[in-house]
Nanobody, 126 residues
Framework: QVQLVESGGGLVQAGGSLRLSCTASGRTFNRNFMGWFRQAPGREREFVATISWSNDRIRYVDSVQGRFTISRDNAKNTVYLQMNNLKPEDTAVYYC???????????????????WGQGTQVTVSS
């Protein structure tokens, strides 16, 4: 059983920053993609960012490009999402996700990810 535990969510004003962390435990396979998704009330879960084991294959959704940075520390089995210049439209529950087996491309599809964290709330006020 793989568990992903997230932290770092909270309430910030527009223009502020947050850093989300997600630590994997259990039968983890580190040489994979880990990503962040988010889900706002009444909306489907959407892709935010993903990163490969070696940190060289990264993708972002267009709306966060230049504001968010995904990174990972494999020694700690942890992936991060640094979120700068937050906007009210970034408000959502943010989920950490991982793929259970080797992957070639940085997939953005929810269905391709096998493990999910519990979600952490990010609220950005105007």
């Amino acid at each position: 059983q793989v568990q992903l535990v997230e932290s770092g969510g909270g309430l910030v004003q527009a223009g502020g920053s947050l850093r989300l962390s997600c630590t994997a435990s259990g039968r983890t396979f580190n040489r994979n993609f880990m990503g962040w998704f988010r889900q706002a009330p009444g909306r489907e879960r959407e892709f935010v960012a993903t990163i490969s084991w070696s940190n060289d294959r990264i993708r972002y959704v267009d709306s966060v490009q230049g504001r968010f940075t995904i990174s990972r520390d494999n020694a700690k089995n942890t992936v991060y999402l640094q979120m700068n210049n937050l906007k009210p439209e970034d408000t959502a529950v943010y989920y950490c996700a991982a793929i259970s087996r080797p992957w070639i491309i940085p997939t953005t599809r929810v269905g391709d990810y096998d493990y999910w964290g519990q979600g952490t709330q990010v609220t950005v006020s105007s």
